[in-house]
């Protein structure tokens, strides 16, 4: 049934009501004298000059049956929010939590294989000796080694856009759930769909989801200015704009 | 010189501690957050190197912990963060931090840092 059949079938219960109320309302107001055999009768041929009347059971029936098939509607509707929005958010939010520890894991036993190669490096200038080996040599693999322990700072900054990026998943799933929420009521108390424990709230003062590794010297650069050089600044040395430098 | 290292990423604990060491400081002491860096503090310490977000007690809580102990009042603290609002740096300052750096940062930042708030630590002395 499409919205026009079911507007049509509400104007039509609603004229037929409307009928049946004009005519206890007439009984009512009628002298118990003045309701003659006469007026009875006219009410009765009214009454039965309406027989449609008799079809609103069969109407309010299909009316119930129309609002269950909406129910239904609304039921899987609700499930499909779930089903492809929260459960794919959390999908989602679980493979992030894996990049981010598998990332975490390789950057750590690269630091080791740079820890060992450090040792290396000072047993390898030992044995050598500074006569046979310029300490130049030793110098430059060194500077290289702690090179790379610095590149591996990208850990960090991408666990925190990561865990920016989760916590946005988090509410985005929150507000999902408020929606889905509005049909459990459509649903009313039987019709409820469980829905799984919502995802561990993270600590937010645990990371910075504007964390970045772009233009980090041109930053740093303000930064020192506004500390007026590298000291602690007097107040009137404060940076005095509010905003983000980037 | 003893050096106390606080951040919640053990990946940038050691890199600091590395470069820490590549500068020549070796005596490096790591704590996981706040709490622990407060435990972890007694009167060896020389210099504070710590980040801002972590869990249990952030960078900053911790700087104005330690400035509220006479104790510890004078330690020379850098931070070292991502973070780079001004708000943010203001607040920084305020709660007592000596210098700021931010991620990523090279050894020879770190140095330059390093030597700046100790020369004014030692001059203020």
Redesign the interface.
Known sequence: MNPSQVTELASELESRLNLLNELVSELKSAQPGMVGQERIGEILAALSGRPDLAELPRVLLRCYSEITEALGGIRLTREAIQAHAVERIRDTHLKLNEVSSTT?SA??EM?NT?DRTQALIGSLEKETGASRSPQGTFDAL?AEV?LM??C??????T??QLQGVNALLGDVEARIESVAALFDHALGGSGEVSSPAPLPKP?E????P????RN?AA??A??DA??G?????EPSQ??S?????? | MKCLVVDDSATMRRIVVNALKSIGYVDCVEAGDGSEALQRCDSSIDLIITDWNMPVMGGLDFVKRLRADAQFARIPILMVTTRSVKEDIMQAVDAGVNSYILKPFTPQVLKEKIDQILSLASGSA
């Open positions: 975490e950057t750590l630091l740079l060194r702690n322990f610095n591996l700072q990208f850990q960090d900054i666990a925190q600590d003062t645990a990371f910075n504007d964390a970045s590794a980090t930053r740093q303000i930064i506004a500390f050089g590298s000291a602690k600044p404060r940076p704009a509010s905003g983000v430098i980037r």
